[in-house]
């Protein structure tokens, strides 16, 4: 496939934060991606390329796009590119570093993402199915959707507090009836805290999330429990954790509301939390150098429930090829913006389900209106989905695909919900 031009601009996410835009033009059209970005990220993620100068408060993300329209351009265009990993191993040679920090991540992955769809079109896929073919996965899966709908943390502007507590609904038989307990659940939610502590208690974080003045861990989950019940759930949805662990690790002890602790002690309040509530996943609940403390974890409860590396993993295979050795969880949190390619994701990917790990394809706290992730989750047959709340526009841009996508797959009679097989 020959790339006649590619360009990019500078447009906005879900907080008014600048991103980059890219678009690839082929005989056959043109195709944009968006990249996102994160608020909580990890300290080995590729480096997201911002300005620092006075625009936007220093987070413009002009040098990237210039990068994409000089360096880029001049090295791609005209060029035809016989394959995902071809065009992608001209990006990460252009660019020369580990970490992206020449050219940015940024520049990269919309680069890479926008490929992918015009790569799909010259072969008259859907996007999904290019994916599936990328990756050299036939069994395309509906995710299990992980809803965040309480926030706490730097996501709710808050410090030594778990960020997010989500909704698990595996107790389904397809994806749009998950969904819908989902949103049933959340909307009920919605309702008793609007009861209990008045509206102001339902404004919405970053990921749609509510933020709640409810500081103990333990009633924010009673809470979540209750509207499952309520919800007529019971049993059907589980509760799943992303502790963001990291932002409450200072000089090796863990703070979580007013107690602190060590590893050890950690790993015995998440086994506490886990006996009490019906969680089966935990995300990052060690901090993302606490290697110690990630094996101890996943000793204590990787045999019972999912251990999801983030922060830890940044979706980089070296990492993970350092968490398997260590045996330092048992999932892999899998975002593209945290390494740069859509190539090396896939890789990532491919590599944790190759040893047994499940894999999460998940959206960042700065999201966009690109639901390239719905086809990548089910391109890869993961079959476990991290969107956020069914709320604000640019999570519900990635349900509503992945529901174009099982109506599809269900009239082709090959549709497969994530939830038989978690």
Known sequence: MKIEN?????????????????????SKDSFRAIVPSGASTGKHEALEMRDGEKAYSGKGVLKAVSNVNSFIAKEINGKKFASQKELDSALLSLDGTENKSKLGANALLGVSMAFTRALAVENNLELFEQIGEISKNKN????????????????????????????????????????????????????????????QATLLGDEGGFVPPIGNVNDRLELMLSAVEEAGYAGKIKIGLDCASSEFLNNGKYSVGEKTFSSGELVDFYAELVDKFDIVSIEDGM???????????????????????????????????????????????????????????????????????????????????????????????????????????????????????????NESGSCVFGGKTF
């Open 287 to 409: 901090g993302e150098d606490d290697w110690e403390g990630w094996s101890a974890l996943t000793k204590s409860l990787g045999e019972a429930i999912q251990i999801v590396g983030d922060d830890l993993l940044v979706t980089n295979v070296t990492r993970i090829k350092k968490a398997l050795a260590e045996k330092s969880c048992n999932s892999l949190l899998l975002k593209v913006n945290q390494i740069g390619t859509v190539t090396e994701a896939i890789d990532a990917s491919n590599l944790a389900k190759s040893n047994d790990w499940s894999v999460v394809v998940s959206h960042r706290s700065g999201e966009t209106e690109d639901a390239f992730i719905s086809d990548l989750v089910v391109g890869l047959g993961t079959g476990q989905s991290k969107f956020g709340a069914t709320a604000r526009s640019e999570r519900i841009a990635k349900y509503n695909q992945l529901l174009r996508i099982e109506e599809k797959l």
């Open 6 to 26: 590619v360009k990019a601009r500078q447009v906005l996410d879900s907080r008014g934060n600048p991103t980059v835009e890219a678009e690839i033009s082929t």
């Open 140 to 199: 395309f899966v509906l995710p299990v959707p992980q809803l965040n709908v309480l926030n706490g943390g730097k996501h709710a502007g808050k410090e030594s507090d778990i960020q997010e507590h989500m909704l698990f609904p595996i107790g389904f038989d397809s994806f749009s009836e998950a969904l819908q307990a989902g949103t049933e659940t959340y909307h009920l939610l919605k309702k008793k805290l609007k009861a209990k502590y008045g509206a």
